[in-house]
């Protein structure tokens, strides 16, 4: 006899982080509450992790102040662990920031704008900035000429600082850049510019020859040298004539000696 094919558990819980939940209280404690989310792990709900309806931004202190049994609730999962879910009473941010990284394309609402850019919500902590520099290819005097309150729009993410917990965001990024347009060509103008443009490519002169340009050196090294040549002449003829009086004194002298 075949052995029949064994089919998956349909009973083993599809939990997931922020996995959203309607659940019923089962249990109180001073530690926190159990919840049935409708799986097989139990929920968990921790103290710190309840919100007073009444009061969401008031750290409970006492349970039964704001739970009791047969309560129903919205919770979300926190935490998936081998023997329990942790539930929390606080909505999940859509992004963590360990979620967050350089060129994420994401979509947000603009929620402040200022002189030096917009504040976008993204679903993370805080909001993120784009710079007045990053809304357009186009030069932005003020961001109010791109965006205001409200507006939906698509950024991508330039840079994430966590220890700062800034977000720098960009729309330009995700646009395309314009064309830009090739520079007209320049044409004669007519009238008398173009007479003047004809006139002066009659009076071009060809280019010379190699020749020719040997021979310019040549003349213009004579001619930076021609003062030092006529120097040169002068102290010549000064010496020969120096030493011509020299030999007619000496040859006075030793005729005189001979008388």
């Known amino acids: 006899m075949d052995n029949p094919i064994e089919t998956p558990s349909t009973n083993e819980p599809k939990l997931k982080p922020k996995q959203k939940y309607e659940g019923k209280v089962m249990k109180t ?3 926190g509450a159990i919840v049935d989310i409708g799986e097989n792990l139990p929920g968990f709900l921790h103290i710190s992790q ?8 008031a750290a409970v202190i ?16 926190k935490r998936i662990l081998k023997d329990r879910v942790e539930l929390t009473m606080k909505e999940p941010l859509g992004l963590e920031w360990r979620e ?3 060129d994420m394309a994401l979509h947000g609402k603009v929620v402040r ?3 030096f850019g917009a504040f976008v919500e993204i679903g ?5 900035l784009v710079h007045v520099s990053e809304l357009s290819h186009n030069y932005v005097r003020v961001p109010s000429e791109v965006v ?3 507006d939906e729009v698509d950024v991508k993410v330039l840079e994430v600082d966590k220890r700062k917990k800034q977000i720098k965001l960009s729309m330009k990024a995700l646009q395309d850049e314009p064309e830009v347009e090739a520079p007209p060509k320049k044409t004669a103008r007519k009238g008398k510019a173009k007479k003047e443009v004809v006139e002066e490519e009659e009076t071009d002169f060809p280019d010379p020859t190699y ?3 040997a021979m310019r050196k040549a003349m213009d090294r004579a001619e930076k040298r021609k003062p030092e040549i006529t120097n040169r002449i002068k102290r010549a003829k000064m010496i020969t004539e120096t030493e011509a009086d020299e030999i007619y004194e000496r040859t006075l002298k030793a005729k005189g000696e001979q008388e």
């Not at 309840?50 to 931004?57: E, L």
């Not at 704001?66 to 129903?72: A, E, M």
């Open 50 to 57: 309840v919100v007073d309806s009444g009061n969401p931004n």
């Open 62 to 77: 006492n349970l039964e102040d704001v739970l009791k049994v047969g309560d129903t609730l919205t919770v979300w999962v």
């Open 211 to 213: 020749m020719e340009i």
């Open 124 to 128: 993370a902590e805080r909001p993120g």
């Open 148 to 150: 205001k309150v409200g």
């Open 100 to 102: 967050i990284k350089p």
């Open 113 to 115: 704008v200022e002189n």
């Open 29 to 31: 404690s001073l530690q």
